[in-house]
């Protein structure tokens, strides 16, 4: 398939906020596709050239694309970067100067050739090419492959291709309604979209199920097992905010766990190679060479897949230490410093595969025994500390123990039957149970920045109130649940406008909002509040829908920013419209 047929669709998708039409929009492009182009396709509109897992990613400065776009048209740098400044979007502005530039050809009377038309893979290809130049000269030879491909396809194609290299293709399609797409054009329904999303739970990895889709059906995509080294989805927990209410939810018997507030990894092991997968998931092993020695010390089998936390650990004093410690270990530069700055410990928690077999399925306890074969403890892996409550002053005791030994709080997880892995859902077997839900006036959410509007005073030429939102899983959009400017230091402040603003844009159609921003954002930064209280508000759009005044949302009163940006979680997996209703009607 050429990509103009591609660029077509996109932009057709563009006209749209409805999610069936867009579903249709897509399916009816995706049923043209190949065998052979259908992974690629599947990526690129999702604006990736792999799998997050793989760790080569699409991720050009806005500079250097704008470099592109003038040796492309000929203009110069200074006045293109004027340009897109004031058009706010560097897509519209590369389609525009082409278009401009192709007229004045057209006008001196030289046609366009026909085979100059890019394939699909083609244009993958380029930007294959772009992504892995690295070293010495790469930038000058990123911007002269980009520039080429601008100036060879048509004004629109290049629209989206530099929306792509930038990361900020926008056309609102999330994985849900990509699924639902490749469902409908291939089996004529939107039907079996669960079937594709059980598969992509357990792989991460989109290219390789539409692909089989495509060659071998949707029988072959049920048969998709876990494969090491492929990231499974992870396990997501509920928010609960008593002992009493644990035990209700896990009738009477409960697996309590220390809470431990570092950074989730998914360990695959495959004989003497190590991988480490955060719950993005992201390839983060090169991060963690002293975890991956830990790892190959402990093992006692060859080949597994274990879930754990890394968390920063003070020797000295023999202690835990917060999240922000390891999340200074998250860096690609000066490891080996840092390895001895913030050392760290694993707690590990489940195990999914081990030995050829997966456990997915099994009750959690079974799969507790089966980690503590594939691996020992060690001075630096543990095992997470664990009891089985069946009383509330057991889970309190517990609960208070955590908090004293440096812990957020405690997870508890249904040892009942059908205590299984939820690959990639946020169910009802696993809650967790922080200090700040004890007290509900203090509960903290991790909202997404959708918006904000400029400061005032000391605050000027910054970003000074923030809109925030939750997700809404089952609509994949953002809602709007409140706008904060307290807890900001003027450190915070310029450093959230150096981060928000190459991501600032027109409004985002996945963002449903009544109230409008001075600027808007990819909804991609993730920060933690807090709040005095939820209402009911008509401003805000957090759970419009879900009460008797179909105009009522939910909105925090009185938030505050806790000085912690989540960075470890995509926006996907920020507080859902779902658990801020569950707080509300607990109120
Ligand atoms: P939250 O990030 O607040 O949704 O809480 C869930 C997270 O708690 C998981 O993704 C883990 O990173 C972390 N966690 C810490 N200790 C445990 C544990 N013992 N079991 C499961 N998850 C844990």
Known sequence: MRFRELSECYSKLESTQKKLEMVDILANTLSKASNEEIGKIALLTLGKIYPDFVGIELMLAEKMAIKALAVATGKNEKSVAQIVEEVGDLGKTTQTLLEKKSQSTLLSFTTQKDDTEYEIIDVWTKLDSIAQTKGEGSSDKKIRILSGLISK?????????TRMVVGQLRLGVAVQLLLEALSKAKTGTREKKNILERAYNLTSDISFISEKLYKEGIQSVEEIKVQIMNPIKVM??????????????????VSLEYKYDGLRVQIHKKADKVKLFSRRPEDITEQFPDVIEFIKESAEQEDFIIEGEIVAFDLKNEKILPFQYVSQRKRKHDIEQKISEIPVRVYLFDALFAENRVFLDEDYLQRREILFKVIKETENIRFSHQIIAENTDEIDDFFHQALENSCEGVMGKSVGQNSVYQAGARGWNWVKYKADYVDKLSDSFDLVILGAEYGKGKRAGKYGTFLLGCFDVEESI?????RVATGFSDDDLAYYFKLLKPLAREKPKEVLSDIDCSVWFDPRIVIEVTGAEITRSQMHTCSRGYFENENDGLALRFPRFTGKLVDDRPPEQATSNEEIRTIYLKQ
Do not use: H, M
Request: proline share 3%; no cysteine; glycine share 4%.
């Open 236 to 253: 997501l927990a509920q928010r609960v905010s008593s002992a009493d209410e644990i035990l209700e939810k896990f009738e009477g018997k």
């Open 478 to 482: 953002y809602q709007t649940f409140t």
């Open 153 to 161: 396809v048509s004004p629109l194609e290049a629209r989206f291709i």
